[in-house]
């Protein structure tokens, strides 16, 4: 427990000042383009190559990447270092060749991503953005290898900081747009030198990115020699393995698609209710398990993977629960303050420049129904975890594809339920209730592949903090009836006061309840920052 702390409290510093800076990022952008036609146009553009990235590297990264070179460091006479040369310099020689033809195939993805017409405003300043910005995939691919080496050493510094420098990057180039830029977030006036500076602006960011995780790589005595011996990288392994991750991969980003054209023709119809809306609650609700749970499992992915690898299956039962426990004990009452404070959030951060209040409020709403996703998605990624660790790839494709059916199919029906201007909130409840069930599925397999999880002790555990965080929530909800009855609506001022008393104050009233509880998870956390603060 102690190590797993120590850790994810590394991992948890760098990646909440990442994620913090992203707030900036998002709000500047907001603030530059707005969240209507520009700003839906960047995001599509912006989406492509992280869906691409994910069919073919991110999944396999965290799947079988991290659990094969494991292996080779334990196996191989040298440590792996030659095996992750080889891994290194294919991947490199790949991304280069797919960012090359995505670049060429800009039109046909953007047609893929959106209901625009060819030839339509949207669509043309979505292509040309596209093309600026798809470069970055062989950067961003090669950073991630990299990060995923650096992790297999128990180094989780650099991979978790090197977004900040992105983010720091990208910050400044929507700033200088802002004072440059000629067509601020009308889409009619914005020019082909407007759209370099968004697009070139946000593939240097991922540029720094990648820069820093090398440096970080050589630090710690990686020295980088190209090796093209394919035959040598156990590709036939890797595929043999990696197929059906790539399958789930396949899966999910179909079902992202879908949800990019539904919000895509809301948007249409309601300008400022399609993609950009979905996109940046997107990213606040991804906030928590960003700084939380990915700093939890990265900690564990490699401990679980040795454990299995030594057949000490008490350790992973252990290791899961550790992690299930500690990511929920901050997870639960997180996800009740989004339910309640969604607009309160987004305003202060949206409502300004090209983007109004009324826009920033419907961010704030949809982050609001997001906020039922938060603890089964954030369950959902361990239990995938628990059978990668077995090198089985094969069950979360049939998981993966059973809970993107039941999500694409909640969408399509509430997307012809709802009036357009609720569209895009019926896409995060169809994602909330979609993993709801796929985590009931997957707990469900994972607990016979491994005997048991502990169901019942996780499960009094979760009612213990769901109990402790339920004043945290009244507190929140009574500051905002007062609030916006005192002052008639939330403004930026008033936001933050319901912040300051709903969220700041109400964080502080769990952790004294969690507390005088007793929930373990609470008081590891309390008692380390506590100790942080005495030094």
């Known amino acids: 427990m102690s190590r797993m702390l120590r850790a994810s409290a590394i991992m948890a510093a760098g990646t909440m000042v990442s994620r913090v800076t992203g707030f900036v990022r998002t709000m500047v952008l907001a603030y530059a383009i707005g969240t209507a036609a520009l700003g839906d146009s960047y995001n599509a553009a912006y989406a492509i190559p992280y869906s691409i990235l994910d069919l073919l590297l991110l999944g396999v990264l965290s799947s079988v990447v991290v659990p ?74 090669v950073g991630a290898v990299a990060g995923a080496i650096l992790n297999t050493r128990d180094r989780y510094g650099a991979p978790m900081w090197a977004p900040v420098l992105n983010n720091l990057v990208v910050i400044c180039v929507f700033l200088a747009y802002v004072v440059v830029g000629s067509g601020g977030g009308d889409i009619d006036k914005v020019t082909d030198g407007d759209l370099a500076l968004l697009g070139l602006g946000t593939t240097a960011g991922i540029v720094a990115q990648a820069a820093v995780l090398i440096v970080a790589l050589k630090r710690v005595g990686f020295s980088f020699v190209p090796r093209l011996d394919v035959w040598n990288a156990r590709l036939g392994e890797m595929t043999k393995t990696g197929i059906w991750t790539i399958g789930y991969v396949v899966v999910t980003q179909l079902g992202f698609m ?101 826009d920033a409020v419907y961010i704030g709403n949809v ?36 809970t993107t059916a039941v999500n694409a199919g909640l969408m399509v029906l509430f997307y012809s339920l709802l009036p357009a201007r609720y569209a895009v909130m019926g896409l995060a409840l169809a994602y ?45 909800l009574a500051a905002v009836w007062v609030v916006t009855t005192a002052f008639d609506g939330l403004g930026f001022v008033n936001s933050l006061i319901v912040l300051g008393v709903g969220g700041g104050m109400g964080l502080l009233l769990y952790l004294a309840i969690a507390h005088r509880m007793r929930i373990p998870e609470v008081n590891s956390i309390v008692g380390m920052v506590a100790r942080r603060v005495g030094r």
């Open 68 to 141: 094969m070179i494991v292996r080779a460091q334990h196996q191989d006479p040298d440590g792996g270092r030659a095996y992750e040369q080889r891994l290194l310099t294919i991947s490199t020689v790949a991304l280069v060749v797919v960012a090359a033809v995505a670049v060429l195939a800009a039109p046909l993805l953007i047609d893929l991503y959106t209901v625009w017409a060819p030839g339509s405003k949207r669509f043309e300043v979505g292509v040309t953005l596209a093309r600026f910005i798809l470069p970055q995939l062989a950067f961003f691919g």
């Open 258 to 358: 879908l949800t990019v054209n539904l919000a895509s023709s809301a948007g249409d119809v309601v300008p400022g209710h399609g993609i950009s809306p979905y996109t940046l609650a997107f990213q606040l609700f991804q906030l928590p398990y960003g700084v939380i749970g990915v700093s939890v499992i990265t900690a564990m992915l490699p401990r679980m993977s040795r454990a299995v690898a030594e057949e000490r299956f008490d350790d992973v039962r252990a290791e899961f629960g550790s992690s299930v426990r500690m990511i929920c004990a901050l997870m639960v009452p997180v996800s009740l303050l989004l339910m309640v404070l969604g607009p309160a959030i987004t305003v202060p951060i949206y409502g300004h420049g090209a983007n109004s209040v009324a």
């Open 367 to 402: 982050l609001q129904v997001y906020g039922l996703a938060l603890v089964p998605f954030s369950v959902f990624q361990l239990l995938l975890r628990v059978f990668y660790s077995f090198g089985d790839t094969r069950t979360p494709v049939f998981v993966g594809a059973g």
């Open 432 to 476: 909330a209730i979609a993993y709801a069930l796929g985590g009931v599925t997957a707990w469900w397999l994972a607990s016979r592949r491994v005997q048991g999880l502990g169901g019942w002790t996780i499960g009094m555990a979760l009612t213990r903090m769901y109990l402790g965080a339920l004043p945290t929530a009244v507190l929140a």
